[in-house]
């Protein structure tokens, strides 16, 4: 994005006095997973940005995208950030939400550790897991985040899609992101589909472990976490869905083009703060963080998912994904900067 409309998303998200926030509103109900893929919520409150913007967000921490989808559907919640995938089945089953923006794309790898990766290292993925399974006599474990979510399906997507060895030959273990780490670490599981930082945690931690696959190995422009919304918000509380995009899109210039400087503030949210800095650091330059919030750009990654969840049973119910998403938001925002952007240019 030019960087004069930079500029602009940066003085605009501040807000002028007379577009404040009204403090009687209240606060916002906002659910989010202690992960990367939605750094832009703690890059916004770290920075004390949602304060100066009059913005109040009473935050409300999830172990996955699953158990959020509960929350909502029992009206607990105005504000998501939570993967694709969480998201779709909430729409699917009737829980009124809309899809604002994007927060990241193509975040996942398969990190595994020991005779795995050691086999991975020498021979395609689906050879590989056939000649564990053989050697071992039992199938690899591989960790992920409940069935549903993003981190599982596009592990699912993989076996199933790209190797077309189907997800039965390995073993795959859900649990919540907290646990995934501790498994690799404790050598409870061969591999783990998961995403920053605990893919850098992990290889910084075992010399046998390495990525032995890619996000676009597994589900090439796979949809990552978004910034969704109930319907009655958007209609109620306009001034201040308007407010929190400006705010997500800030954010996602700082973690592209500042990420150092933005990082302790997504510390305080990742990990439980136990999580070096470094490691922080290393998670938001690695080849996992490509934030971006162009609801556009994941719509057709998203048809790509949805398709491949109503196959495997994941969705009870196919959904219609334009009526998942509500890009008016970020294009009426994105136009009037460009405007301004092009009325401030005069060089010529």
């Known amino acids: 994005m030019p960087q004069l409309l930079y500029r602009w998303l940066t003085a605009a998200a501040l807000l002028l006095p007379g577009t404040a926030i009204a403090a009687d509103e209240g606060p916002l109900e906002v659910g989010y997973m202690p992960i990367l893929p939605v750094a832009q919520l703690f890059v916004m409150e770290g920075e004390g940005w949602t304060e100066e913007a009059g913005l109040e967000l009473e935050l409300t921490r999830f172990s996955s995208g699953p158990a959020m989808v509960q929350a909502l559907a029992s009206g607990d919640l105005d504000v998501m950030y939570f993967g694709i995938g969480p998201a779709m089945v909430a729409r699917a089953n009737g829980v009124p939400i809309k899809v604002l923006a994007a927060a990241i794309q193509e975040q996942i790898g398969l990190v595994a550790r020991g005779e795995l990766a050691s086999l991975m290292a020498d021979a395609d993925p689906a050879q590989a897991i056939a000649d564990f399974t053989e050697r071992e006599g039992r199938r690899p474990k591989i960790a992920t985040f409940p069935k549903g979510s993003v981190p599982d399906t596009v592990l699912r997507y993989w076996l199933d899609e790209r190797l077309g060895i189907g997800s039965d030959a ?29 893919l850098s945690t992990v290889t910084e931690r075992l010399d046998d472990a390495q990525i032995v696959a890619h996000a676009s190995d597994m589900l090439p422009g796979q949809p990552g976490a978004v910034l969704a919304a109930r319907e009655s918000l958007l209609e109620q509380r306009p001034d201040a869905v308007s407010t929190l995009l400006e705010l997500h899109l800030r954010a996602t210039h700082a973690l592209v083009d500042t990420p150092q400087q933005v990082a302790p503030s997504v510390r305080e949210f990742v990990g439980k703060r136990l999580v070096p800095l470094e490691t922080v650091e290393a998670a938001l330059s690695s080849p996992f963080a490509n934030y971006g919030a162009d609801p556009h750009a994941i719509v057709e990654g998203t048809r790509t998912m949805h398709d491949f969840q109503l196959a495997n049973g994941t969705l009870k119910q196919g959904l219609d994904i334009d009526t998942l998403f509500d890009t008016r938001w970020y294009d009426d925002l994105t136009a009037s900067a460009d405007a301004d952007a092009e009325e401030g240019d005069t060089s010529p």
């Open 170 to 198: 390995v073993e795959i273990v859900a649990m919540g992101a907290d646990r995934v780490q501790q498994a690799l670490l404790a050598g409870a599981v061969d591999a783990a589909s998961t995403l920053e930082p605990i």
